[in-house]
């Protein structure tokens, strides 16, 4: 087992056991009583690993059934521990005062029975608020005038998806309702930027996607489809990703060059490529096109900065759910949006298309981005 599941578990039974505790310590009941409890947080812990053993032993339905449970649980549970201690640090903060002779400060109760309720209440609507989030896509429009496009060009539509995570939990009806999106959009060029398939969903299900393969293929884009590779495609085999895409009408773009139609040239890398091969895919065939770069994860390389026009990207998923924000910016300052670069060009980092892990998104909602360029007279 990686370092990475040993932290996770460690962390995630941590969390189970504070809350435990907390409403041991709400309602007064001895271990005999919340032995059941107990039982059901083991088995909510083990749950990712009981999925992926269902998945592995061809059981769909089950480790579809046990992952919307477990992955709904772990988002609840994240925010329930937030909010818990939260009100532990303010009753801590109102204790010292009290202590510092400082009066009238926060005279209502933060602990017991009826405030570990209030907070239950509030958990449960913050987590109904989140999955309904997550179900809604944003259309986000971004709009670049440029005089790269050949002489007489229409205006050129870019449509772009990231971190679809197609899996046990996102799948035919995810892929229907982005197929209805950006059917309304009629765009020229529809991209992914990584990250569109997640776990082991081809290896193990592959007789199982037919129609969320024929939904991408279905979507229309008259200059032509393109996907990168991000992180969660080499997690779920590389081979059986390309063919899942290529299926779906994708052009795989693995550190190389394309123009679209003769107009528009797409540069597209993979996840695992150094700032060398990203550079030699930028310089190949360069030929004063509008270019526009694929790349799944939002840094813009030193080296090939000022050499594209346009960076899409995504994988930060913008935090996906608050506060995780705080921490994501830490890692890519760029997390979500669009960015003018000091270098020239233009970066727009996609919040993510669907979700990873819990179905659920706080102050950041789903995206597909709608790019419009606009040639100049």
Request: net charge neutral.
């Amino acid at each position: 087992m990686s370092l990475f599941l040993l932290t996770f578990f460690f962390i995630y039974s941590i969390m189970h056991a504070y809350i435990f505790l907390r409403a041991k310590a709400a309602f007064g009941f001895g271990w005999a009583t919340g032995a059941p409890f107990l039982v059901l947080f083991v088995f909510l812990v083990s749950a990712p690993v009981l999925t992926r053993l269902l998945v592995r032993h061809d059981q769909e339905s089950a480790a579809r059934c046990i992952a919307l449970i477990g992955f709904a649980w772990m988002g609840f549970l994240f925010f329930f521990v937030c909010l818990n201690l939260a009100v532990d640090i303010a009753a801590e903060i109102k204790r010292l005062l009290c202590w510092l002779g400082v009066e009238g400060s926060l005279p209502f109760a933060l602990r017991g029975r009826s405030v570990f309720i209030l907070l239950t209440a509030l958990t449960v609507a913050i987590s109904f608020y989140s999955a309904f989030e997550a179900h809604n896509i944003r259309i986000v429009h971004v709009r670049i005038a440029t005089d790269k496009l050949p002489p007489g060009a229409k205006n050129i539509r870019i449509a772009q998806i990231s971190d679809l995570h197609l899996g046990l939990i996102h799948r035919n009806g995810r892929t229907r309702q982005v197929a209805n999106l950006i059917a309304k959009q009629r765009p020229d060029i529809f991209v992914s930027t990584g990250d569109m398939v997640d776990g082991k969903f081809l290896d193990n299900e592959l007789k199982h996607v037919k129609e969320t393969v024929e939904t991408l293929r279905e979507i229309h884009a008259p200059m032509g489809k393109f996907a990168i590779i991000g992180n969660h495609e080499y997690y779920s085999g590389l081979s059986d990703s390309i063919a899942f895409m290529r299926n779906a009408g994708f052009t795989i773009l693995q550190n190389e060059a394309v123009v679209a139609d003769g107009a528009v040239r797409i540069v597209g890398i993979s996840d695992s490529s150094s700032s060398r091969q990203e550079v030699g895919a930028l310089e190949s065939n360069a030929d004063g096109h509008f270019t526009v770069l694929l790349k799944h994860r939002p840094e813009v390389d030193s080296a090939s900065a000022g050499k594209f026009d346009l960076q899409l990207s995504g994988h930060s998923h913008q935090g996906q759910i608050f506060p995780f924000l705080l921490l994501v910016r830490r890692v890519y300052p760029y997390s979500g949006g669009t960015y003018a670069l000091p270098e020239g060009g233009t970066l727009h980092v996609n919040r993510g298309t669907g979700t990873w892990g819990p179905p659920m998104r706080f102050l950041a909602p789903p995206e597909i981005t709608i790019i419009d360029l606009e040639g100049q007279s």
